[in-house]
């Protein structure tokens, strides 16, 4: 496969320094590297791939990650890469999406693999809430990606890599958001991404006082515990962290099971890279049955009681 | 206040056809709004019900648009006017270009303090549309916005990241891109619908905003994945032989 002449990776922390390289290094022969974070090291990113880095000056407090648009806007015009890459988080799609309206390019988003065929940048999206899989090419002379979490993993760390940082200077926007304040989430933060055991729920629970049955299960299972989007946004009796599904989280466990769940496509993306998928419903025609492993057709207010049961013997 | 709220008309999710080469089509798909932009409707609804001004709402096309039934869906939602731009070729259109168009019918409206889009369209769901119109109309552009609370000549807006929420003070114009959590869109009335069909729409040509549709992107290939093998072994009803073999089968992934 040949390789794009010059890959340019945006990091807005240090934490996405790997992955990030990862997918450079993936479609680059060289990776060169935007880092908007004083903490990370530079040698540590060019042992995980980077051949050069540009530090953004990030030690006014003040200045947010958008803050540094024109920056990296200038540092495009000068170096002219021929793609983009960065995470697919809210501020790196807050960036990408700028980036590629200066550009007159369209984002290649949450993408989940990136090839490329005849010099031409190809990437792969889930759309219609994860129903099919999408083959998309920009056209333009640059491509601008962002690269979902957990799509690219860190290479191990080469000490012997080569390479070099230089400083670059800060251009002030010509507009701001005024920070004014940041808060803790209230309330506990769940990763369930990297759960091995997840209990979820659906709208086959009636009540909201019976998830103590469910967490009951679960702390069982050593499981943690999500939802379909319906609980979550509609009923509300779980946080936005613990939805399931293509616009939530997308899970990666060795055991999955879903309670009262039908089955949509939209949640079940999120749990098709389970290793075992087990489904309770009482309906026998639930999608859900087609992707299990193991299922049982019955109601959960009588199949979890019991399972619980058996868990305590 | 003068809002303008931009949505997207996608087919219903659940018509989506998937044909036994993997091929999809929407050939018999209902449309509808776009599920996430009813929250870009109802934070605009809340504003204007606070602060008073008002609400236009706003989305490019192709023919779909001028469903009667579909007008009256945003109307009755609350929005005063609506204003399209439709013509047959805009049809999946990409991000650049949706938001390149948006971008000429907005100053084809005039002057605006705000434009509230929902966190994604909920077919594509690419996040892109509103951020990318707000770096074309050159004004404050914030993602993710949970929570918006005017206060005088600013906007104070809360921004929900992974772990933290930023509050972050805003002078308008400014381009919003909201979360699902920021409200719960209202369910219109009769007397709302009916009331809809009274409202003024206003439509655009390309050639009224002067703008046209010039693909950056090439789609390749769409096909739905190929489902993981998996054992499909289904037990009928909670007996305690099958709650013992559905317990075994779990312990035996466990351990």
Known sequence: MSLLEKVLIVAENSDVVGELCTAGRACGDKVELVLIDNEAGVQEAIALGADKIYCLNTSDQDRMVEDFLPTIANLLKQEKPNAIILSASTRGKLLAARLAAKLATTVLNDSLSLEVVEGNLISKKRIYGGAALRDEKATGEVSVVTVSAGTFNALDSDNQRKGESVSVDFIEPSYRAKRLEVKTKVGEQVNLTVAKQVVCIGRGLAAQEDISMINELAALMEAEVGCTRPIAEGEQWMTKDRYVGVSGVMLKPDLYLGAGISGQIQHMVGVDQAKVIVAINKDSRAQIFQYADYGIVDDIYTVVPALIKKFKE | MNIITCYKLVPEEQDLIVNDDYSVSW??????????????????????????????????????????????????????????????????????????????????????????????????????????????????????????????????????????????????????????????????????????????????????????????????????????DRKNIILEGATEENINKLYDYIRQELA
Do not use: M
């Open chain 2, 27 to 228: 050939d018999k798909a209902e449309w509808k709004i776009g599920t996430y932009d009813l929250n870009g409707v109802e934070a605009g609804v809340q504003l204007i019900e606070s602060v008073g001004g008002k609400l236009t709402a706003l989305s490019i096309g192709d023919n779909i648009l001028e469903n009667d039934k579909l007008k009256k869906a945003i109307l009755s939602r609350g929005p005063e006017e609506l204003v399209t731009v439709v013509d047959n070729e805009l049809k999946d259109l990409d991000g650049h270009n949706t938001a390149k168009l948006l971008a000429a019918a907005v100053k084809k409206i005039g002057l605006f303090d705000l434009i509230l889009c929902g966190e994604g369209s909920s077919d594509i769901y690419s996040q892109q549309v509103g951020l990318q119109l707000g770096e074309l109309l050159d004004v404050i552009t914030i993602n993710a916005v949970s929570k918006i609370t005017p206060q005088g000549d600013k906007i104070i807006v809360e921004r929900s990241l992974d772990n933290v929420v930023e509050v972050l003070e805003i002078t308008p114009p400014a381009v919003l891109s909201v979360t699902t959590d920021i409200n719960v869109p209202r369910i219109p009335t009769l007397k709302e619908i009916l009331a809809a069909g009274k409202k003024p729409v206003t439509k655009f040509s390309l050639s009224d905003i002067d703008e046209e549709n010039v693909p950056v992107v090439e789609y390749i290939k769409t096909a739905a994945p190929e489902q993981a």
